[in-house]
């Protein structure tokens, strides 16, 4: 469903932040470098990299049109580039002269809010390049933002731990803490939590933090009835500080990254893991979704930003069978399993399925011998590709019934994996398995069924912690 397209490696240090416009990718870097890719062909633009910055640079951010990125730095100030050809726009020095952590856009490119390690934020006119408002948190520095879709509200995060909410007047509506040892990243879902009354905002924050937790909010606000946030709930799985999160643009789809240096990918109504991705070598700093197609971007102080595709039909065609799978493939009526044929790609079965009467309890209980003697399947092709589906929808609800996230069985046996290895396909396999594999001198991968670039495989460290952090918590 998601697998490496791409990994850039042209920074000479920690990676810090990445963004998405509709056409282009940026990112930045300790190296006090910005650095802008084409999605056309994963290119660097010629004017790449930015220089300017003479430290670190923390943030980057492009404005809704994508003509204009934003970024800012340990020396004190928020740079405005064009884009079409990286000539610099504006330098807008912080008040204070405190190294600037974040900076984000707002909805409208009328604003951009910037926040720094004194716990100063600057609210400033885009299109003027002046200081419009100035206020400041309690205590500790400011290191996450986000607008809210639209753009009435921004949130802003601190090292100590709080939440704080702001008009666009910058008067604080409300604070709270958030995450007990600091909170690094939050983001708003561009979509409503629903439709609600006129004039009535509803929208889900997600926050994230040093204590490894992952915290969902329900935002609501009215110019009558004020600010309403309430806490929602806490997703699971990292073990260690999460340093971003990120909602896909239909907001379908939460990321996070962490310095267990996994990448995990939640649906957002469900709450459950979609997908663990365990490729970077050190802690994960960052990670965006593009706005207009299934791509993701991460980043890490292991020097490279991976890019990641989703494949939608996979996608929707997981989430399709997850949903019958919660209903109990026992009790799928006839319909049901002529559904699941189509979906699989076994259109031709469904009339001599339905012929037969094969409801979900006797799918279960076919064998490769009734499928030739009772329902006369004469390919031979065919057959074996029903059984192969059968059986991965036996795994499934076996899976899907214990909780085993689908990232912890491995593609060739289906089962939980003990010792997982990363072949150079970059997927993640039992290290028995694909060394049987490979000794039956295949030199294909498993998954793709393309030439294997190396036989060498990797032990994944990573993914094995987690495995077994899950069997802890699932076998007690």
């Keep these: 469903m998601v697998k490496l397209i791409h990994t850039f490696a042209d920074h ?81 020095e912080q008040p204070s002269g405190s190294p600037v952590r974040v900076c984000r856009f707002s909805p409208d490119s009328t604003c951009l809010a910037s926040g720094a390690a004194d716990g100063t934020v600057v609210l400033w006119n885009a299109q003027s390049y002046k200081l419009y408002r100035c206020g400041r948190v309690k205590d500790g520095s400011l290191v996450a933002c986000a607008f809210s879709p639209g753009g009435n509200l921004f949130v802003t995060g601190s090292s100590c731990g709080d939440l704080t909410v702001w008009d666009d007047k910058m008067r604080c509506l409300h604070s709270e803490k958030a995450h007990d040892l600091g909170i690094t990243c939050c983001d708003f879902s561009s979509q409503p939590v629903s439709d609600g009354e006129p004039g009535l905002e509803v929208f889900r924050l997600a926050s994230c933090g040093q204590d490894c937790h992952i915290k969902f909010w329900i935002v609501s606000f009215t110019h009558i009835l004020g600010l309403g946030i309430k806490y929602k709930s806490t997703l699971s799985g990292h073990c260690a500080p999460v340093l971003a999160c990120a909602f896909s643009h239909d907001g379908k789809m939460l990321v996070s990254g962490s310095v267990d240096k996994s990448v995990i990918v939640y649906d957002t109504n469900t709450e459950n893991i979609l997908h663990t991705l365990a490729q970077h070598t050190r802690y994960v700093t960052t990670c965006a979704f593009a706005p207009n197609i299934l ?85 031979l092709g065919l057959r074996s590709k029903a059984m192969r589906k059968i059986e991965e929808l036996r795994t499934k609800m076996k899976s899907l019934s214990s909780g085993i996230p689908d990232e912890f069985i491995c593609p060739i046996t289906r089962e939980l994996m003990k ?58």
């Design 12 to 92: 000479g240090d920690d990676v810090n932040c990445c963004a998405f416009s509709s056409s282009l990718l940026a990112t930045c870097s300790l190296d006090k470098t910005v650095r802008l890719y084409s999605l056309s062909d994963f290119m660097e633009l010629p004017y790449s990299p930015l220089k300017f910055h003479t430290y670190a640079v923390h943030c980057c951010c492009f404005s809704p049109s994508g003509h204009i990125l934003a970024s800012c730095s340990t020396d004190g100030t928020t740079v405005l580039w064009d884009t079409h050809n990286g000539q610099t726009l504006a330098v807008m």
């Design 295 to 379: 791509l993701l971007a991460t980043g890490s102080m292991d020097k490279t930003v991976n890019i990641w595709q989703f494949d939608p039909e996979a996608l929707c065609q997981a989430r399709s069978t997850e949903d019958h799978l919660r209903q109990f493939t026992e009790d799928w009526s006839e319909e049901d399993v002529s559904m699941w044929l189509c979906e699989q790609g076994l259109k031709d079965l469904v009339s001599i399925f339905k012929m037969n009467n094969i409801d979900g309890k006797e799918l279960l209980n076919l064998t490769k011998e009734s499928l030739a003697d009772d329902l006369k399947i004469e390919s």
């Design 419 to 476: 010792d997982p290895v990363i072949a150079s396909d970059g997927y993640s396999y039992e290290k028995e398995a694909m060394e049987n594999w490979i000794g039956k001198k295949k030199r294909t991968s498993p998954m793709t069924n393309l030439t294997l670039p190396s036989l060498v495989l990797t032990p994944n460290r990573t993914l094995k912690m987690a495995i077994n952090r899950w069997l802890e918590t699932h076998q007690k």
